[in-house]
């Protein structure tokens, strides 16, 4: 539920953000910072989850 949450503030700022500033820049910056940000949330998962497998195969093996 939480994540939820945090999700709908996301849209919400984005598109706060896009309709006060639509006339100062264009669009497709925004977009784009949406990209970026998603591709770095995926890549931080990912090596948390490698890291987390990592450190219980350590714990659990010995």
Not at 23 to 50: D, P, Q, R
């Amino acid at each position: 539920m939480e994540k939820i949450i945090y999700w709908v503030l996301l849209i919400a700022l984005i598109v706060i953000t896009m309709g006060i500033n639509a006339h100062h820049t264009h669009n497709m910056v925004y977009i784009h910072s949406l990209i970026l940000i998603t591709i770095m949330v995926v890549i931080s998962m990912v090596s948390f989850i490698a890291i987390l497998y990592c450190v219980m195969a350590f714990i659990f093996d010995s």
